[in-house]
């Protein structure tokens, strides 16, 4: 069964790795972006199962791109692990601090003060002059544990990257939704009052949530920041979270690989309606928005469980 | 010699003297002008957050498109200034013309959104209707680039047209003054209609307790439909009395509505009276920043409200409601 | 020896309104106590600063000598006292299963174990065992929000059991629950409260109930202790006969209590 389950993922990461050297440029390029936003998703629905909406990720997912940034362009350190461990620290750092504030307040209020603080950062960085302002500044190409693959290859060694990552971050994540922990979001969001009262620290069950869904955007934002070569304060900005958000409620929140089809429809969308539409993208994603919250409350995924169901039986 | 020595200190003292007066003329023009700018941004903020917080306080929507009624009023009003203007008729009209197409923008919208899709999601989530307001302020977004296009609109006829007045040594624009008097007029208005009108009270009545209201036989639908008309009426207004001081472009209603969401924050969601403290809170700081260490102005106004919120979660004058079973 | 509950002169007030004054009560392992009174008299007052809820206003509250005042409450529930609620705080929109398996690892094992699955054949089979000790096995797989008044009144008591307290405090097991259910109830609340040997002190409105479990009574009225001994002791002094047992019998509702329990959030959520 464990067996079984490793190789299944091991072959879902090669197949996935193989698409994407299959595929055409711009279409690996979305796949990999959509693999990073995903993984970021999968911090907000984190959060989400534990009735928590947050507009502020995108701090934590431009701390992640900006770390890689700044590591590669200005401390000369390109290899991949070391960026990821160092995002990794540096968001779990920053949400250690925020997460003091942030995890006492519930419902809209926890949804505007993390925006709040994500605005500190975008404040902050497009008055920065030394780190691009507003134009932010280029990513430098990652190395490998002292290999430094040339032009072509390395946006493979960035592809084979982000797949490492889904595949890791999501069978962590479908483990966690399972153990004690994760139905302890659920037991919060459902009832804060029962879970003091079975002697354990509501605080304590949200802010370690918030911690890994710091660490997941910070983790996304890498990705995302190797895979487009650059980095700027709109990763920061609010809508850059609202569309985190969107992605969530759009693939729902039942299983782990919701966020990632979920973020996969969002770029191809955005894509298409960029070339036929140009200013129909917002409203696009608005009535969307609407047309889910009103008939689908549960996400996409919420057929494709329906459908599984039925087929079962 | 004695005399000598005297006379040299007489010198230093004076030196020291003229040196005081003239720090101390730099300290108050600087500060005359982070005041004036302040009070300046912070009426023009009160005006937004108004519209916001009265919602918020009545429907217990945070509603994110109200950026959206922000940018319709500068549109509108900018457009229509252009347009009044090119067809040469008196200048002084331009006002009216400014504020007119903004209301009408404003309130057009508002019953749109407000009959037409949020009357059938009321008593949903608060988060829910976060989201909810948040697609609507998607769909403006593009809605305002279909109607008026991405080209940025000027309106700086009517900021020009009042001229500018010298103070102590500082030129500022009396349109700026007129933004100071214009939004006082709304605090008043606001004040009065809340507490001294009797739709004012069954307002106070609803924010405070919605189910009694609806026992009491208040037509809370009602006044939900009046209030969203009023906030998105504010809003508008806010957009087309700063239009002319700015360049209307894409984008600005997607900008504003932060700021306002920290201002009502600062204030306690829900409370005029602390939008109007939250807007002078962000107004003078913004303008100190900006005139003392320009790389922190956006920082600051947020700094402040972690502040706040660190020491007074529920913001500085948050609206009591009654406790429910 | 100290006893296993001591209150000092214990107030509390919201605003203008003393809901509880000179609470002096003191409890011993191993003893039921019956509290009756009307509506708003303190009862659940006093359940809520017992428990960490409510801080009171003045006063002292000791757990085994221990004063347990400005504790939380999962604090007070480590510390031995455990409770029930009048409206039963349960996890809606999971299973009854589900409720008892998150409130074992939440209570008994307490360690957030982060990738172990909370569902193995082990702990299932301990939480349909806690089931049927409470007689409600046959809901183990219904989603709370459809469960009938009184399995959830049980649900809510054996979740609040699972951390052996030593002190159990029910507020009104049996409100909600029909009159012929609840002696049943009770029965099978009675029984595993005495097979943990815990002390208990239950709220209850109806005389019948507080006469067949009760060895002691307390007497709320408006916020004091009206009297304080035997159950017959208590139930046949005629004040409280005129002052309390009279009053329950007119109003079922018990809207001030209710609102006395109101569930609000731990800290400023929506203020």
């Known amino acids: 069964m464990q067996t079984k389950s490793i190789l299944l993922l091991i072959g879902g990461a090669l197949g996935l790795f193989v698409l994407g050297l299959l595929v055409p440029e711009w279409l690996s390029y979305l796949m990999i972006i959509a693999m990073g936003k995903g993984i970021v998703v999968l911090g907000v629905v984190l959060l989400m199962r534990a009735g928590l909406v947050s507009f502020g990720q995108g701090l934590y997912y431009c701390i992640g791109a900006y770390v890689a940034g700044t590591l590669t362009q200005f401390a000369g350190i390109s290899d991949v692990l070391l960026i990821l461990l160092a995002s990794i620290a540096a968001s779990v750092l920053v949400a250690a601090l925020v997460g003091l504030l942030l995890c006492r307040y519930r419902g809209i209020f926890f949804a505007m003060f993390s925006m709040a603080f994500s605005m500190i950062l975008y404040g902050l960085l497009v008055r920065s002059s030394v780190l691009g302002s507003t134009d932010g500044f280029n990513v430098l190409r990652p190395s490998l544990l002292g290999w430094v693959p040339s032009d072509d290859a390395s946006s493979d060694l960035v592809l084979a990257v982000a797949v490492v990552m889904v595949m890791i971050l999501g069978s962590l994540m479908w483990l966690y939704f399972r153990s004690l922990s994760g139905y302890a979001g659920e037991a919060v969001r459902e009832n804060e009052i029962r879970v003091e009262y079975l002697g354990t620290s509501v605080f304590r069950i949200i802010y370690t949530k918030y911690l890994i869904a710091a660490a997941l955007a910070g983790i996304g934002g890498t990705v995302t920041a190797l895979v487009s070569g650059h980095v700027d304060p709109e990763m920061a900005y609010w809508t850059t979270s609202g569309e985190f958000v969107f992605i969530a409620l759009m693939g729902g929140t039942s299983h782990v690989a919701a966020p990632m089809v979920g973020a996969g429809l969002f770029e191809l969308l955005r894509t298409y309606a960029f070339a036929i539409a140009p200013y129909t993208w917002q409203m696009i994603l608005g009535s969307t928005l609407l047309l889910i919250i009103i008939f689908l409350p549960s996400g996409l995924w919420s057929l494709v469980s329906r459908f599984s169901r039925q087929a079962r039986g | 010699m004695t005399r000598h020595v005297g006379r040299a200190e007489l010198s230093l003292c004076s030196l020291l003297r003229a040196f005081g007066a003239k720090v101390w003329d730099v300290v108050m023009t600087q500060l005359l002008a982070i005041i004036i700018d302040g009070v300046v941004y912070a009426s023009w903020l009160f005006i937004i957050a108004a519209g916001l917080t009265l919602i918020y306080g009545v429907m217990r929507i945070l509603n994110m498109a109200h950026g959206s009624f922000y940018a319709i009023g500068a549109y509108a009003g900018a457009g229509m200034v252009g347009w009044y203007f090119s067809t040469g008729s008196v200048p002084w009209l331009s006002f009216a013309v400014l504020i007119g197409a903004a209301l009408i923008a404003g309130l057009f919208i508002g019953l749109l959104i407000e009959r037409g899709l949020l009357r059938f999601m009321y008593g949903r989530n608060e988060v829910v209707m976060i989201l909810v307001t948040y697609a609507i302020l998607l769909i403006l977004e593009d809605a305002i680039k279909l109607i008026w296009g991405v080209e940025p609109y000027f309106a700086y006829q009517p900021y020009s047209l009042l001229g500018r007045t010298k103070l102590a040594g500082l030129s500022f624009a009396n349109y700026d003054f007129m933004l100071i008097v214009v939004s006082t007029l709304i605090g008043l208005a606001l004040w009065y209609g809340l507490n001294r009108t009797r739709n004012g009270k069954l307002l106070r009545v609803v924010i405070h307790d919605r189910e009694i209201a609806q026992a009491l036989g208040i037509n809370v639908s009602r006044i939900f439909t009046i209030t969203f008309l009023i906030g998105a009426g504010l809003g508008a207004l806010a957009g087309a009395l700063t239009a002319p001081g700015l360049s209307v472009v894409p984008g600005i209603g997607i900008e504003v509505i932060v700021l306002a969401f920290a201002v009502v924050v600062i204030g306690g969601l829900g409370s005029v009276s602390g939008a109007l403290v939250g807007a002078l809170i962000v107004g003078l700081a913004r303008a100190a920043a900006v005139h003392l260490y320009p790389e922190v102005e956006l920082f600051v106004i947020y700094a402040v409200m972690g502040l706040v919120l660190a020491i007074r979660p529920q913001g500085l004058f948050a609206v009591a409601s009654a406790r429910k079973i | ?271």
């Open chain 3, 1 to 271: 020896m100290s006893a296993l509950l001591e209150t000092r002169n214990l107030e509390r007030s919201f605003g203008a309104v003393t809901a509880a004054v000179d609470i002096n009560v003191s409890i011993n392992a191993g003893e039921v106590v019956g509290v009756i009174g009307s509506n708003g008299a303190g009862k659940t007052t006093f359940i809520n600063m017992v428990t960490g809820y409510l801080k009171p206003s003045a006063g002292e509250i000791l757990v085994d000598g221990r004063s347990i005042v400005g504790l939380q409450p999962r604090a007070v529930v480590r510390a031995g006292v455990g409770r029930s609620f009048q409206v039963a705080q349960l996890f809606p929109e999971l299973s009854v299963l589900d409720n008892v398996l998150v409130a074992l690892g939440l209570s008994v094992d307490r360690k957030l174990t982060l990738l172990r699955p909370l569902h193995s054949q082990k702990r299932r089979r301990k939480a349909l065992e806690i089931l049927a000790e409470y007689e409600i096995a046959g809901h183990a797989d219904e989603v709370v929000a459809t469960l009938p008044q009184g399995v959830r009144k049980l649900l809510d008591i054996a979740m609040a059991m699972l951390s052996s307290p030593r002190l159990m405090l029910l507020d009104e097991p049996t409100s909600g629950v029909a009159i012929e259910d609840k002696f049943a109830l009770m029965e099978t609340v009675m029984n595993r409260v005495r097979k943990s040997n815990a002390a208990t002190l239950f709220v209850e409105h109806d005389m019948d109930v507080v006469q067949r479990y009760a060895d002691r009574v307390l007497a709320f009225y408006d916020g004091r202790i009206l009297a304080d001994g035997t159950t017959a002791k208590v139930l046949s002094d005629p004040k409280v006969q005129e002052l309390v047992v009279g009053h329950h019998l007119d109003i079922e509702v018990d809207s001030a209590d209710a609102y006395e329990s109101t569930v609000v959030p731990m800290e400023v959520r929506n203020a």
